[in-house]
């Protein structure tokens, strides 16, 4: 399984930004959930959302109601949609794919991790 984040950037405070993970082969995204992780710099990678299989999401509570993780089957991609993005949003992000259908808060359920995006929030 390959992983390719993309579409982060430098955005104001307030400001929005989509990521996007295309997988391959085909069916990864179908088939396994999908997590978004972060990591800032001098800490420890933190879960920020992930999509099961069928569509049921999950969210940290620091990002709950402000992103919204969403996949196209038909793409092979997920997607993260970060809004109101704040200066402690700063991180690169990752995403991964779980070991079994459904997402996970947890890294240790995800076996295959793509090269992360960085986002960066200024204030």
């Known amino acids: 399984v390959q992983l390719q984040a993309s579409g982060g950037g430098l955005v104001q405070a307030g400001g929005s930004l989509r990521l996007s993970c295309a997988a391959s082969?085909?069916?990864?995204?179908?088939?396994?959930?999908m997590g978004w992780f972060r990591q800032a710099p001098g800490q420890e990678r933190e879960f920020v959302a992930a999509?099961?299989?069928?569509?049921?999401?999950i969210y940290s509570d620091t990002v709950k109601g402000r992103f919204t993780v969403s996949r196209d089957n038909a793409k092979n991609t997920v997607y993260l949609q970060m809004n109101s993005l704040r200066p402690d949003d700063t991180a690169l992000y990752y995403c991964?794919?779980?070991?079994?259908?459904?997402?996970?808060?947890?890294?240790?359920?995800?076996?295959?991790w793509g090269k992360g995006t960085l986002v960066t929030v200024s204030s």
């Open positions: 082969p085909r069916r990864t995204v179908s088939n396994n959930g």
């Open positions: 999509i099961a299989w069928n569509g049921v999401s």
């Open positions: 991964a794919a779980a070991r079994s259908s459904y997402g996970s808060t947890s890294g240790s359920s995800y076996n295959y």
